[in-house]
């Protein structure tokens, strides 16, 4: 199992543009999340998905969207890029357990995005 | 507010000498907190987490709900423990994790 995967690996852009990233989560994990990771912050949650549906989200603009595909895969929309949109976009997934149970989220090597 | 903070962006701590990595909470219930590790060229990784009261490669942390911290310990420091440390929680039933900003431990020879 490679374990999460996300592509493409790097990617540069220019304002105003829309940019998709794709993330294949791990073997048997059906809930997808994604992160923001600015240079010299912590990861920053931007929302999750489960069932193709979003069920929680973060405190991003609606420019940032998402899909969940019958897969689990997903995709990370980015519409009206900003300059301030270049970080590195981190893809978590997780196995569907007991919801009293705090499961752990496995990290893909994530998408570097530069906005130019 | 959702927070957690961590004070320090560098520690250098010398091979063999203890660790203390410091982390402090805000949260409004009870959180599941998480040490996650980034070690060079290696994607984020759970290191422990409170639930578990495990000690992962010589890493414990302890919660203490009256100072809200989760300062994460090592005894004696190993090269190989180099890496970027980032405290985290998550709430009851909730997925999202809030990560700190991270510390960059550097072991020194």
């Known amino acids: 199992d490679a374990g999460v995967t996300q592509s493409p690996t790097h990617l540069i852009k220019t304002r105003g543009q829309q940019v998709t990233l794709r993330c294949s989560p791990k073997?048997?994990?059906?809930?997808v999340s994604w992160y923001q990771q600015a240079l010299g912050q912590g990861p920053q949650f931007i929302f999750q998905?489960?069932?193709?549906?979003?069920?929680q989200r973060g405190n991003f603009p609606d420019r940032f969207s998402g899909h969940q595909f019958p897969n689990y895969s997903s995709e990370l929309n980015v519409n009206a890029l900003l300059l301030g949109d270049s970080a590195l976009y981190l893809c978590?997934?997780?196995?569907?357990?007991?919801?009293?149970?705090?499961?752990?989220?496995?990290f893909g090597p994530g998408t570097r995005l530069t906005v130019l | 507010a959702q927070r957690v903070t961590q004070p320090e962006k560098l520690l250098s701590v010398f091979k063999g000498a203890p660790v203390e990595l410091k982390c402090n909470y805000s949260?409004?219930?009870?959180?599941?907190l998480f040490w996650y590790v980034q070690y060079s060229r290696q994607r984020l990784q759970l290191l422990l987490r409170?639930?578990s009261r495990e000690s992962i490669k010589g890493f414990t942390a302890d919660l203490n709900k009256g100072e809200t911290s989760f300062h994460l310990k090592k005894p004696f420091a190993q090269e190989e423990d180099s890496a970027m440390y980032y405290c985290?929680?998550?709430?009851?039933?909730?997925?999202?994790?809030?990560f700190g900003k991270g510390t960059r431990l550097h072991i020194l020879p």
């Open positions: 978590a997934s997780t196995p569907q357990l007991d919801r009293d149970y705090y499961n752990e989220q496995f």
């Open positions: 998905y489960y069932e193709e549906e979003e069920r």
């Open positions: 985290a929680l998550s709430g009851r039933r909730d997925d999202k994790i809030i």
């Open positions: 073997s048997g994990h059906d809930t």
């Open positions: 409170h639930i």
């Open positions: 949260y409004s219930g009870s959180p599941e």
